[in-house]
């Protein structure tokens, strides 16, 4: 498979995803597939896929917009917004998460690495109650 279709294909399938659709994942990645992002690096599908069912238990509505890609050899590089509402928190905000994936592709069209890239600071921990409005002092402190 080339690189472009698999990248297709892993688009569409974070765009579709959903709680069923998590134990699907076999068909993206390779069994020894590397996942990090910045709470979690882990190897191994069924660490992948604890990743994904603890989003459905921990959000309310979690979903992938993928806004951009960018394919070069056996990789690609994946701009997305990241959807959702906190289950603990004001349930009626719509957050977004902008980001980004790094991922590398076997022969098969696997992923064999997946990386995300996204600022925490700014795109999560503020718009938490309480800790937000330490995270945007703490940010403003900083550029004066």
């Known amino acids: 498979m080339n690189t472009r279709q698999a990248t297709e294909n892993l688009a569409n399938f974070f765009e579709t995803l959903s709680p069923q659709s998590v134990a699907k994942l076999h068909t993206i990645y390779d069994a020894q597939a590397r996942f990090k992002d910045p709470f979690n690096e882990v190897q191994g599908l069924p660490e992948i896929e604890r990743i994904f069912q603890h989003m459905y238990v921990a959000l309310d509505q979690p979903h992938f917009v993928v806004t951009g890609q960018v394919v070069d050899g056996g990789q ?69």
């Open 76 to 144: 690609a590089f994946l701009t997305w917004e990241f959807r959702f509402r906190f289950k603990r928190f004001d349930t009626t905000t719509l957050q977004a998460v902008r980001g980004a994936s790094h991922v590398v592709f076997n022969a098969q069209g696997l992923v064999t690495m997946h990386r995300d890239y996204w600022d925490a600071a700014e795109e999560l921990y503020e718009k938490l109650p309480v800790l937000g409005g330490v995270m945007r002092w703490l940010k403003k402190r900083a550029n004066t």
